[in-house]
């Protein structure tokens, strides 16, 4: 694991149900090699050195906040479980993407930098690279894909 990066990593969760070979879900929940979507991006994160999430939630607000209970996250992430914060927003279920990061903000200070980031999103983008390059720059945000 890499050295920790102390900043929040919002990961918006629960935008609309997936239909995808049957499953009518959240698609953070839709399992990919043995473990839900939600779950590689955390774990990206977590092996990038990331420890505190932030997690927007919409539709199926009550299966995700499930999926990302104390026993689960034990169950899916072992041992890195122990060393991450997370927290769980309802932002409801018809709000858009910039009314869901709006109401993140009461979970941020002033100025921080913020990772951001879709639980139906694997890459693999080198998040620790991406992350110094915009760090301490003048830039207001980078997009990384």
């Given at each position: 694991?890499n050295?920790n990066?102390d900043?929040?990593?919002?990961?918006?969760?629960g935008g609309?149900?997936?239909?995808?070979?049957?499953?009518?879900?959240?698609?953070?929940?839709?399992?990919?090699?043995?473990?839900?979507?939600?779950?590689?991006v955390?774990?990206?994160y977590?092996?990038?050195?990331f420890?505190?999430?932030?997690?927007?939630?919409?539709?199926?607000?009550?299966?995700?906040?499930?999926?990302?209970?104390?026993?689960?996250?034990?169950l899916y992430?072992?041992?890195?479980?122990?060393?991450i914060?997370?927290?769980?927003?309802?932002?409801?279920?018809?709000?858009?993407?910039?009314?869901?990061?709006?109401?993140?903000?009461e979970?941020?200070t002033?100025?921080?930098?913020?990772a951001?980031?879709?639980?139906d999103?694997?890459?693999?983008?080198?998040?620790?690279?991406?992350?110094?390059?915009?760090?301490?720059?003048?830039?207001?945000?980078?997009?990384?894909?």
């Amino acid at each position: 694991m890499n050295k920790n990066i102390d900043i929040p990593v919002i990961i918006f969760c629960g935008g609309n149900e997936a239909n995808i070979r049957g499953f009518f879900e959240p698609k953070a929940c839709i399992p990919v090699d043995g473990l839900p979507l939600l779950y590689h991006v955390i774990k990206k994160y977590i092996e990038s050195g990331f420890s505190r999430f932030i997690l927007p939630v919409g539709f199926g607000a009550e299966k995700i906040t499930k999926l990302v209970s104390k026993e689960n996250l034990a169950l899916y992430l072992g041992s890195l479980s122990e060393k991450i914060s997370l927290d769980v927003i309802f932002t409801g279920g018809q709000n858009g993407t910039g009314s869901r990061l709006l109401q993140c903000l009461e979970l941020i200070t002033n100025d921080e930098e913020v990772a951001i980031s879709y639980s139906d999103t694997i890459s693999d983008v080198n998040l620790v690279k991406a992350y110094h390059s915009f760090s301490g720059s003048d830039y207001l945000m980078q997009l990384t894909a």
